[in-house]
Structure formats: structure tokens, C-alpha cells
């Protein structure tokens, strides 16, 4: 479940990040190639992934707006009752984006088989160990130097 839930992570970062749609639709092919997701998995959690991206853009538009408004605040003349309105708001923003955010990983783990979960959270393991061992040949070859 930890590699469904990084796998959903990293489309809400993409989306947040503004890419492409179609980057998208490359980790879900590959998700699919992996474990075997059928057609229609596949278009459910596309359909899922662009469904939250659009609601999370707008989100994420607003919030920067209002960081903005918090920005222009800062100085001599700071208004205490309108620093406060817009952290309120801020922080109303950022918990809709989380909850967004998990109910998209909850309905993505939802779509997967027990069997496709465990081949990713093995794939997942399997990626982990890999990492750590490039990042201790990496330190080990600076420290060579």
C-alpha cells in the first residue's frame, strides 16, 4: 500500500507541479505494465487522477493568492485582522488539498486487486533497496575523493 500511496503522491505532485497530462498517463501505463491493470483500471485511475488535478489546481491557484495577499502584509503598516483571515484561509485551503489529496490514494488503492498490491509493494521494496544501494555506492565514491 505504501508504494500506492507514493504513486498517487507523485501524480498529485505532478499535478501541482503543472505538468503535462500525458506524464500522467506514463506512470499509469507503467503502474499497469507492472501488475497488470486491466483497460478499465487503467481509465478509472486516470479518470480519478484528472478529476483531482483539476479540483487541486484550483486549490492550489487560490492558496497562492492568498500567500500573496500574505506577503504584501508584511510591513509597518500590517493589519493583524487580515493576517489572520487569510491564515485561516490558507489553512482551510492546505487541509481541502490534503483531504483531496487522500481521498484520491484512497479511491486509486480501491481499484487495485490483493494480488496487484502486493506486486507493487514488492516492485516498491524492491525500488528501495535498489535506491540505497546507488546512494551508498554514491557516498562511498565521495568519499574516495
Known amino acids: 500500500m505504501n508504494f500506492i500511496r507514493t504513486f498517487a503522491f507523485a501524480l ?27 483497460d478499465e ?19 492550489q ?5 492568498v500567500q500573496q495577499r500574505l506577503q504584501e502584509e508584511i510591513g509597518p503598516d500590517y493589519s493583524e485582522r487580515v493576517i489572520r483571515e487569510e491564515s485561516e484561509r490558507l489553512g482551510e485551503l ?3 488539498m490534503t483531504a483531496l489529496s487522500t481521498l ?5 488503492d ?3 486487486t490483493d494480488e496487484q498490491r502486493e506486486t507493487l509493494e514488492q516492485r516498491m521494496r524492491e525500488m528501495q533497496q535498489q535506491q540505497q544501494q546507488m546512494q551508498q555506492r554514491q557516498l562511498q565514491q565521495q568519499q574516495m575523493q
Do not use: K, P, W, Y
Open 12 to 38: 498529485v505532485a505532478i499535478s501541482f507541479a503543472g505538468f503535462a497530462s500525458a506524464q500522467q498517463q506514463d506512470q499509469v501505463s507503467q503502474i499497469a505494465q507492472m501488475v497488470g491493470l486491466s
Open 61 to 65: 491557484a487560490e492558496a497562492t493568492e
Open 94 to 96: 492546505t487541509g481541502e
Open 104 to 108: 484520491m490514494q484512497a479511491r486509486i
Open 110 to 112: 480501491s481499484i487495485f
Open 41 to 59: 483500471q487503467q481509465s478509472e485511475i486516470r479518470g480519478i487522477v484528472q478529476e483531482t488535478q483539476a479540483e487541486l489546481q484550483e486549490l
